[in-house]
């Protein structure tokens, strides 16, 4: 594995629609580094640009120190799992798995292929499957064997374009899990991409968060979570979401924007009085919406909440948790 840096990247298509403007960042070596951000943000741009597969206008990659700006994409050894799977239909599971190993430049003797396949099948829990053609798995079993094609390889990092956006909700959280297991057992490096707040803060030791192709925050899960540097970055953690709301409506004069998790409204007792828009009962928690002044405001609250249709709801907000905005829609610091 090897420690990736990127250094003032830029790209742009047909000379003027900017991908990538000004991109800085290290990924340690060993480190699940995820870049979080909505379609067109530059995520996969980022992957290509690393992969090779894009040229740059300008700027540096860096493997452990190393400049390989200019390498050619197979002699960069990295492993790139793409959102569809991918495989070769007709070849069995074994067979895709063992593809990446019998390049002619690796030289591999079979036992040691033999040795790392089954390695990574049992990882991935898909050893029954070894001898079943690709076109005879499930998706969830297909997306299994395209990311151990990857991880087969021992590559100087793992590039992952999304690869669970395409399963069912239940099958994405058991594969999060794994996934997050087997990096930690391998001290993979990987850069994972992704528009999934779950995945974001499930696997990253490190996120960045992307924007119209520039870094705007990079920080741990927590600190994305708890000190957004701004509305945008604010917005991309959260379920339910951050209500961002007009400083006056808490008689916070001065400040143009506030940002207010739903778990620091205390729902029952409080100076502030609403109605309810509506309720959702999540099972562990219950999602309430008010109406307070003309503004939504969502809160939750542990367990099941019961109430009714307009009926007035008093709350109270935790003051050392708001978060402050200026008009730009920047974070606030207090002194």
């Not at 990096?183 to 992307?210: P, R």
């Not at 935790?318 to 610091?333: H, S």
């Amino acid at each position: 594995m090897a420690k990736v840096e990127l250094i003032k990247l830029f790209k742009t298509y047909n000379k003027k629609i900017k991908a990538l403007e000004d991109i800085n960042l290290t990924i340690e070596d060993g480190q699940f580094f995820v870049l979080l951000g909505p379609s067109g943000a530059g995520k996969t741009t980022t992957l290509r640009c690393i992969a090779g597969l894009e040229k740059i206008d300008s700027g540096d990659v860096l493997f452990d120190d190393e400049n390989i700006t200019h390498d050619q994409p197979a002699s960069r050894d990295v492993s790139f799992v793409f959102q569809q799977y991918s495989l070769y239909p007709h070849y069995t599971v074994y067979e895709n798995l063992a593809f990446p190993l019998k390049s002619p430049m690796r030289k591999l003797p079979e036992e040691e292929i033999k040795n790392k396949v089954e390695k990574i099948a049992e990882m991935l829990k898909i050893t029954n499957k070894l001898k079943n053609k690709a076109t005879e798995l499930s998706g969830g079993e297909m997306q299994r064997v395209a990311i151990g094609r990857a991880l087969v390889r021992e590559p100087n990092i793992y590039l992952m374009d999304e690869p669970l956006s395409s399963l069912d909700a239940k099958l994405r959280e058991t594969l999060r899990v794994e996934l997050k297991n087997i990096q930690l057992n391998l001290n993979a490096t990987i850069l994972y991409v992704t528009h999934d707040q779950a995945e974001a803060t499930t696997l990253a030791d490190k996120i960045g968060v992307l924007k119209e192709g520039k870094i705007v925050q990079i920080g741990t899960p927590e600190e994305i979570y708890e000190n957004p540097n701004s509305i945008y970055v604010s917005q991309r953690l959260g379920s339910p979401k951050i209500n961002i709301l007009p400083g006056s409506l808490f008689k916070l004069n001065n400040i143009a924007k506030i940002g207010l998790r739903p778990e620091n409204i205390e729902l029952g007792n409080g100076p502030y009085e609403g109605k309810v828009i509506s309720t959702e009962n999540l099972g562990s928690e219950t999602v309430v919406a008010i109406n307070f002044q003309d503004n939504e405001i969502l809160a939750s609250i542990q367990g099941i909440y019961k109430s009714s249709i307009n009926e007035k709801i008093n709350f109270d907000i935790n003051t050392n948790k708001v978060l402050k905005f200026d008009n730009g829609d920047q974070r606030i610091y207090e002194r």
